[in-house]
Structures are given as C-alpha cells and as structure tokens.
C-alpha cells in the first residue's frame, strides 16, 4: 500500500480543522502522513489539534498565505502521492481508497473526484463534462484532452491526489499569485499528465465560514490584486490551449474577457480612469458576451456617468 500525504494548511479555524483531520485520520486507505501547516494561526489551534500529535505532523510557520501553507506541505511530505484538504472541508471515508485504485488502474498521475457543498449538490462540472461517465465509474483523460477547460467550474484543489514529483516538477503553487494558485495548477497537471475521475461525491466543501480564509479580501484595492491574478492564470491558460483545442482556447479567451472586463470596473471604481480605459479597451478587443462589451462601452464613451456607480457599488 503506497504512502499519501495529506496536506491542511490552516489559519485561525481551531474548530473546522479539527474535523478535517478527523475525516482524514478515518479514511480506509491507512498508510497516510497527515500533515497540519499552521501558517501563523493566533487563536488555540495548537491546543485543539495536541490530542492528535500522535497521529499527525503539525508545523507551525510565519503567516505567508495559502500558496505557501500548501508548499511547505509539499516539501515535508515523504508519501508517493499528496493530496490536499482545507481545514474547514472534509472527505468521505472511502475518497483516498477509490481514488488511490482508480490510478492504479489508469495508470494516472493526477485524479479527481466530486465535490459537493452543504445542500449535497455537486459543486464542480466534472459529472457533465462527459456525459458517458456513469454515476460511481472511473475514466482517464490523456494528455492533449482538452474537454475540462469548455466547463466553467473545473474540479476542487480538495479533491485531488497526485504524484509528488508531478507537483515539484510544476513549481508546486505561484506564491506571487493571491487566488486562482489552485486553478493555475491544476491546469498544469492536467496539460502535461491528463487525469482521471472517480465520478462520485467523496469531498465536502464548506461554504458557512465561520470567518476570512487565507485568501479572501473584499476591497476594492484588494479586489483589484485578485483580479489581477485571475486574468494571469487565464490568460496563461489561453496561450497554451490555442494549438491545443480551438474550442477549448476559445471558452477559456471568454473567461478572459470576462475577468479583464471585470478589471476595468474596478479601476473605474477606484478612480483609476487611464488604467480603466486601457482594460476596457483590452476588453473590447477580446470580445466576450454581452455584459463585458456594455460595461467596456461604457467605460470607454461614458467614464463619469458610471465611475460614480461603480465606486459606490464596491464601496459598499
């Protein structure tokens, strides 16, 4: 039986981590390392996780974010394969099991599973994505199989397993990005290796915070950064499917416009007006659907009718 390491970085969740690690320490598949990355928590998460220390690795490091959590994970793991969890999300017993015998049987670097929130809807696209998988079956995707990139909600960080030495081999989570470091990866993985599925719930995703993870901001400054990040990872995204998949490249150029568009509105807001028409302009050339061209139109041909409109709404 092959050793996984199961990644949880954590800030300030002293009760929600608790339960991650629980559903972690009752999977079926025994031979794992659970490793808690405490990225500067200040309330009693230490204290909460001490009755498990026999049982998991815990490593407590200066606050530097969810990228670097996640790294320093990947560097004191010593499991074959990873896999990561959020330390307000938990697993089904069987998720490791199905999926560690899914790749043997694949021959997979990289599998997924279904994630669903609260209401026990799935919450990711890769039930519709292939409309052949049967409920409970597994398939592989090879590399070149572009289908993933033509949904929008692509499969959760938290439901993945994968080779250790795949994730050193991408550079593990850009640090320099403050969202989308999951999308980016994911995205890498799936390109070089292709993937498979286990078509069946086994992650639940907490949506009822109890407060901020390590990556949420809600200003629109901080906004601003976080678009800034979405536009990267897509617009890297782009570049890499268009010899790839026409249709593929196309989707993903949609999620572009989107974002950039997105981007404009905010600058606009911040009363950032030569930085606001140059992502509108931007917008306009990559097209997108008809929302992004009014709201680049406006910005455009309008500025002062709806800079006031935007700042109050992200003012908010």
């Known amino acids: 039986m092959e050793k996984v390491s199961i990644i949880i970085p954590t800030y300030n969740r002293s009760r929600q981590v608790v339960e991650a690690v629980e559903s972690v320490l009752a999977q079926s598949w025994t031979e794992l390392e659970v490793v808690v990355i405490d990225d500067g928590s200040s309330d009693d998460t230490e204290k909460a996780l001490s009755p498990y220390f026999d049982?998991?690795?815990?490593?407590?490091?200066?606050?530097?974010?969810?990228?670097?959590?996640?790294?320093?994970g990947i560097r004191e793991a010593t499991g074959g394969k990873v896999a990561f969890l959020d330390s307000d999300d938990t697993w089904h017993p069987e998720k490791l099991r199905k999926q560690m015998e899914c790749m043997a049987r694949a021959g997979s670097k990289v599998c997924f599973c279904v994630s669903a929130d609260e209401s026990g809807e799935a919450i990711d696209d890769?039930?519709?994505?292939?409309?052949?998988?049967?409920p409970g079956g597994e398939r592989f995707y090879p590399p070149g199989d572009c289908r993933m990139f033509k949904f929008p909600r692509h499969p959760f960080l938290q439901s993945m397993v994968a080779e250790r030495e795949a994730?050193?081999?991408?550079?593990?989570?850009?640090?320099?990005?403050?969202?989308?470091?999951?999308?980016?990866?994911?995205?890498?993985?799936?390109?070089?290796?292709?993937?498979?599925?286990?078509?069946?719930?086994?992650?639940?995703?907490c949506r009822d915070r109890d407060g901020p993870g390590l990556s949420d901001?809600?200003?629109?400054?901080?906004?601003?950064?976080?678009?800034?990040?979405?536009?990267?990872?897509?617009?890297?995204?782009?570049w890499r499917l268009v010899p790839l998949d026409a249709e593929a490249a196309s989707v993903v150029r949609g999620n572009l416009a989107y974002f950039v568009s997105r981007q404009a509105e905010i600058a606009c807001?911040?009363?950032?007006?030569?930085?606001?028409?140059?992502?509108?302009?931007?917008?306009?050339?990559l097209r997108g659907g008809l929302k992004c061209l009014v709201r680049n139109l406006l910005i455009r041909l309008a500025y002062p009718l709806v800079a006031g409109r935007f700042a109050t709404k992200w003012r908010k």
Not at 173 to 182: I, N, T
Not at 184 to 196: E, M, P
Not at 219 to 228: G, I, M, V
């Open 55 to 72: 049982r998991i690795r815990y490593v407590r490091k200066a606050n530097g974010g969810v990228s670097s959590a996640r790294n320093r």
């Open 217 to 238: 901001t809600m200003d629109p400054e901080s906004a601003f950064k976080r678009f800034e990040c979405y536009i990267r990872v897509q617009a890297e995204a782009w």
């Open 126 to 134: 890769l039930r519709v994505m292939d409309s052949g998988l049967e």
């Open 167 to 205: 994730l050193i081999r991408a550079g593990g989570f850009d640090e320099s990005l403050r969202v989308a470091e999951d999308t980016r990866l994911i995205y890498q993985l799936i390109l070089a290796h292709g993937y498979s599925v286990v078509n069946e719930i086994l992650v639940g995703i």
């Open 269 to 285: 807001a911040l009363g950032w007006k030569p930085i606001a028409k140059r992502y509108a302009t931007e917008g306009l050339a």
